[in-house]
C-alpha cells in the first residue's frame, strides 16, 4: 500500500493550504469537503494509503509496536504487570484507520465514483477497502475483546458515545468483510505487488475462524471453516514455502512466494530505523531483546540461527562483553549502505504460507479428533524445511500415530517457532489459554485471567462515558 501513500499526502496539503489561507469567517471556497473528494480511484486508493500508515508508521504502530506485546514468551523484559494505558497507541491508530476506511466505503456505496471507474474497478477498491477494515477489527477483538463498532453507517463516530458491542457482533463484520474482499480481490497484481489479494483474503479468514474456534468464544463449529479456507489456499497453488530457511525475510522474498500480505515499506516510506533490532556490538540499539528461556527452549535447527542471533565471532551471547541476551535475527537487515543511512525496507508480515499451512493442520486435526495425512504432510512441510531437509532427533517430523491433543500441541509449538515475534505469539498463548504456563516462572504470580484483554485506554474512556474498562484495570 505504501505506493499509493503520496496521494494521501497531497490531499492533506491541498486541504491545510485551503484553510490556513481564508479567515474562520469567510467560507473556504477552495476547501475539499469529504462529500467532494471520494469521486476517483486515486482519491479513494489514498485512503486506503492513508490508513495503512496509521498502523504501520516510522516509530509508530507496528513499525515499533513490539512492546505491546513484551508479556508473550518471547521477548524479554515482560513481567505480566500491565498498564492502565498498555496498547493504547495501537487502539488509537487502528480506530483512524477504520474511520478512514469507513469514508471510503461509504462514499462507494453511495455511487461517488460515478463514471470514473468501471464496476469491476469499483469491485476491487471496495475488495481492498473491506479487507483492510476486517484486519484493523480482526487486530482490535483479539486485543481488547468488546469493541466499539464503527461502520460506514455510524450515524458520527466522533461526537455520538458508543456502546462496546459484544465480541460476537465484531467478529460477524470481520467474517463478512474478509467473505466479501475474497470474491472481490484478484489472486495477484501483476503491476502493485503488496496489496491485498483474494487468497490473503481467504487464509486471514481462515484464521479469524480458527481463533473462534478457540478462546473465548469457543465455538468448535469453526474449525471445520477453518480448515476448508486454509485448504482452498495450499491447493489454489498461488503461494509455496521459500525453499531455504535463510532466504525468508530478505528483501528479495518480500513480496513472494511466501508472503501473502505484509505491512510494506519502500525507499520512499522507510520502516522503523534497522538498528532497533542489532545489538550494541554490531554497532545497533538492541531495543528487542529475546527471552533468554525461550531461547534454550528452541531446538537446535538451521531456523534457529536464521531466526535468532545467539553468537557472534564464534561467541555464544552469554560470553559476549555486553549486550549477554540473544537477539531477533529474523528482521536484521544485511544491506550495509542502507543500514548506514538508517533506512530499512523490510515488510512486516501479516500472513504467510508457513501460517496458513500450520492453521491447515492444527483445525482439520480437530475436526477429526486426530491428525490426517493432510495435517501432517502440511506441518511436515515446514518441519522439514526448519531442519535444512535433514532429519534433526531434537525437531523430529509428526505423525498420523500422535493423538489428538499431542499433534495439537506440537502445531502450536511449530507456530511458535515459525512465526516468532510476527505480532503473532501473544494471541496464540491468549486462544489456546496457556499464558500462565507458558510464563517464565518468576512471573507466574502476576498472572490472572484478566491477562487475556489489554485496557481499553483512559483517555477514550473519559471521553465516551459509555464505554466500560475491562475487568482487572
Known amino acids: 500500500m505504501k505506493n499509493i501513500k503520496s496521494y494521501h499526502f497531497l490531499f492533506i496539503a491541498v486541504v491545510l493550504l485551503a484553510m490556513s489561507c481564508k479567515k474562520l469567517t469567510e467560507k473556504p471556497v477552495s476547501f475539499v469537503e469529504p462529500q467532494n473528494f471520494y469521486t476517483t480511484p486515486s482519491q479513494i486508493e489514498a485512503t486506503f494509503a492513508g490508513a495503512m500508515n496509521r498502523v504501520w508508521d516510522y516509530w509508530g504502530g507496528y513499525g515499533y509496536g513490539m512492546g505491546n506485546f513484551v508479556n508473550d514468551d518471547q521477548y524479554d523484559g515482560g513481567d505480566l504487570i500491565i498498564g492502565n494505558d498498555h496498547g493504547s497507541d495501537l487502539w488509537s491508530a487502528h ?229 549477554q541476551t540473544p537477539f531477533i535475527k529474523k528482521f536484521m537487515y544485511d544491506n550495509q549502505n542502507d543500514y548506514d543511512n538508517y533506512s530499512s525496507i523490510m515488510n512486516m508480515p501479516v500472513i504467510r504460507f508457513a501460517d496458513v499451512l500450520l492453521i491447515y493442520a492444527e483445525a482439520a486435526n480437530k475436526v477429526n479428533h486426530g491428525p490426517t495425512q493432510a495435517a501432517v504432510d502440511a506441518v511436515n512441510l515446514i518441519i522439514d524445511r526448519a531442519n535444512g531437509y535433514t532429519p534433526i532427533a531434537e525437531h523430529p517430523m509428526l505423525t498420523t500415530a500422535m493423538t489428538e491433543d499431542a499433534f495439537d500441541a506440537a502445531v502450536i509449538e511449530e507456530r511458535n517457532q515459525e512465526l516468532c515475534f510476527e505480532y503473532d505469539r501473544w494471541f496464540d498463548l491468549v486462544r489456546k489459554e496457556i499464558l500462565e504456563e507458558k510464563t517464565v516462572p518468576v512471573y507466574k504470580v502476576n498472572f490472572t485471567t484478566d491477562d487475556y484483554l489489554f485496557p481499553i485506554p483512559d483517555a477514550d474512556i473519559e471521553l465516551n462515558k459509555s464505554l466500560e474498562q475491562n475487568p482487572g484495570y
Open 95 to 323: 480506530y483512524a484507520a477504520i474511520l478512514n476506511l469507513n469514508s471510503a466505503i461509504k462514499a462507494m456505496n453511495a455511487g461517488n465514483l460515478g463514471s470514473t471507474a468501471s464496476q469491476e474497478e469499483v469491485d476491487m477498491l471496495m475488495g481492498q477497502a473491506k479487507f483492510i477494515r476486517a484486519w484493523n477489527y480482526f487486530m482490535l477483538v483479539r486485543m481488547f475483546g468488546a469493541l466499539p463498532l464503527i461502520t460506514e453507517d455510524t450515524h458520527d463516530a466522533i461526537t455520538d458515545e458508543i456502546v462496546r458491542s459484544p465480541i460476537t457482533d465484531v467478529y460477524a463484520l470481520i467474517v463478512n468483510d474478509f467473505t466479501e474482499a475474497s470474491a472481490k480481490l484478484p489472486p495477484k497484481w501483476d503491476d502493485f505487488p503488496g496489496r491485498p489479494t483474494s487468497g490473503a483474503a481467504k487464509g486471514l479468514l481462515a484464521k479469524v475462524y480458527l481463533t473462534m474456534a478457540t478462546y473465548p468464544l469457543k465455538d468448535e463449529s469453526k474449525f471445520a471453516l477453518a480448515a476448508d479456507l486454509a485448504n482452498q489456499v495450499i491447493q489454489e497453488g498461488d503461494y509455496s514455502l521459500v525453499q531455504d530457511i535463510n532466504d525468508v525475510f530478505s528483501v528479495a522474498s518480500k513480496y513472494g512466494p511466501e508472503m501473502m500480505w505484509s505491512l510494506n515499506s519502500n525507499y520512499a516510506d522507510i520502516n522503523t530505523d534497522p538498528q532497533i533490532y542489532r545489538p550494541g556490538l554490531l554497532d545497533g540499539w538492541g531495543d528487542f531483546r529475546v527471552q533468554i528461556e525461550w531461547e534454550q527452549a528452541f531446538p537446535e535447527t538451521p531456523r534457529k540461527h536464521a531466526f535468532i542471533l545467539t553468537e557472534l565471532d564464534g561467541k555464544n551471547y552469554k560470553d559476549w562483553e555486553s549486550d
